[in-house]
């Protein structure tokens, strides 16, 4: 594994990140989740390293992409880029633990996990940070996130805040561009997409469930976060752009949706989870007749997710979830 090294000079700061005149510039480590798609992240590697924020890092996590990626990663960027290598693809949230817990080893203040599929302006870091650091209250932001106008971005924005609703086992993002003179705007969640972590508010709240493998890990975590007296938010002045789902197949996307939408609803209650299971078979079940009657794709891979959900809220059916981050290597040094 490449040590990696900052990503801009900073010959100018002095121990423990003090600028010349003392100023304390706090540390990001920027993580961005690989598997397959190497020209995307090429180019999102890119925009990170063109950051003109001065103390920053970049991690790259590699999740066992089934061609040897990583390492032509690694010789492209040399030690411009941290290159973890991950011997299993054990899912989104779990890639980015690992980059999480490489950014704590290195002192981060600041955790940005990124898709690798996202372009990044040089400014975002740097008014990122201003945000977090005049709003002390709030563990998670996101930028505004804009991509090619299509479905999930009709006006050219994917992301500008987004509203959850356990009840329907549904998550909403909003699509209108904030128009805000403020720092910051509350949101119902912050998406993984680009997901800027207090490392302070993720020790309170525990890394990513990994049991949850795809879709739903950001939404369960900015939960916990709430839970643990954190607020969320979106920064207008930021802003960054998305490719969509560059690198992950709909079948895939459609079981973990599902499946992970009453998980995640369980976590609010068993009365949430069983509203959401009931208003998802319903749906389902339209989905089916129209697959009949009008020859439309039988939704299989939807079907198998949403039992698996099911299934899952039986005692004992899913792996426990996250509790506040404990740094056992210390723990074992100390020992």
């Known amino acids: 594994m490449n040590q990696g090294?900052?990503?801009?000079?900073?010959?100018?700061?002095?121990?423990?990140?003090?600028?010349?005149?003392?100023?304390?510039?706090?540390?990001?480590?920027?993580?961005?989740?690989?598997?397959?798609g190497i020209e995307q992240?090429?180019?999102?590697?890119?925009?990170?390293?063109?950051?003109?924020?001065?103390?920053?890092?970049?991690?790259?996590?590699?999740?066992?992409?089934?061609?040897?990626?990583a390492a032509d990663l690694r010789t492209a960027f040399g030690d411009s880029v941290d290159v973890i290598t991950s011997e299993r693809n054990g899912g989104y949230g779990a890639g980015a633990n690992l980059g999480i817990r490489r950014a704590f080893q290195l002192g981060a203040a600041y955790v940005w996990v990124?898709?690798?599929?996202?372009?990044?302006?040089?400014?975002?870091?740097?008014?990122?940070?201003?945000?977090?650091?005049?709003?002390?209250?709030?563990?998670?932001?996101?930028?505004?996130?804009?991509?090619?106008?299509?479905?999930?971005?009709?006006?050219?924005?994917?992301?500008?805040?987004?509203?959850?609703?356990?009840?329907?086992?549904?998550?909403?993002?909003?699509?209108?561009?904030?128009?805000?003179?403020?720092?910051?705007v509350p949101t119902g969640y912050v998406s993984g997409c680009a997901m800027f972590l207090r490392s302070s508010a993720v020790r309170a709240a525990g890394l990513f469930w990994e049991a949850l493998f795809l879709f739903w890990e950001d939404t369960e975590l900015s939960m916990r976060l709430e839970e643990s007296g954190w607020q969320l938010g979106v920064a207008p002045g930021a802003w960054i752009k998305?490719?969509?789902?560059?690198?992950?197949?709909?079948?895939?996307?459609?079981?973990?949706?599902?499946?992970?939408?009453?998980?995640?609803?369980r976590q609010g209650s068993r009365r949430l989870a069983a509203s959401a299971a009931i208003t998802l078979t319903a749906?389902?079940?339209?989905?089916?007749?129209?697959?009949?009657?009008r020859r439309r794709p039988r939704p299989v891979?939807?079907?198998?997710?949403?039992?698996?959900?099911?299934?899952?809220?039986?005692?004992?059916?899913?792996?426990?979830?996250?509790?506040?981050?404990?740094d056992m290597s210390s723990r074992h040094d100390a020992d």
């Open 5 to 36: 090294r900052r990503s801009m000079p900073v010959a100018d700061f002095g121990p423990a990140g003090a600028s010349s005149s003392g100023t304390r510039v706090p540390l990001v480590v920027s993580v961005v989740v690989h598997y397959t």
């Open 283 to 293: 749906g389902m079940a339209r989905r089916w007749v129209g697959a009949f009657l």
């Open 114 to 184: 990124l898709n690798n599929d996202t372009i990044i302006p040089a400014d975002t870091v740097r008014l990122l940070v201003d945000v977090m650091e005049a709003n002390p209250r709030f563990g998670a932001i996101s930028p505004q996130i804009s991509a090619p106008i299509g479905p999930e971005a009709p006006t050219g924005v994917w992301f500008s805040g987004g509203t959850v609703d356990l009840a329907r086992g549904r998550t909403r993002h909003s699509t209108t561009a904030l128009d805000s003179t403020a720092h910051v």
């Open 242 to 265: 998305h490719d969509i789902h560059g690198s992950v197949s709909s079948r895939t996307v459609s079981y973990y949706y599902f499946r992970n939408a009453i998980v995640t609803a």
């Open 41 to 69: 992240t090429r180019a999102c590697l890119r925009s990170l390293l063109a950051s003109d924020y001065d103390r920053h890092r970049i991690v790259l996590v590699d999740n066992a992409s089934p061609e040897p990626e």
């Open 301 to 326: 891979a939807q079907t198998a997710g949403l039992l698996a959900g099911i299934r899952a809220l039986a005692p004992g059916g899913f792996a426990p979830r996250p509790g506040p981050f404990v």
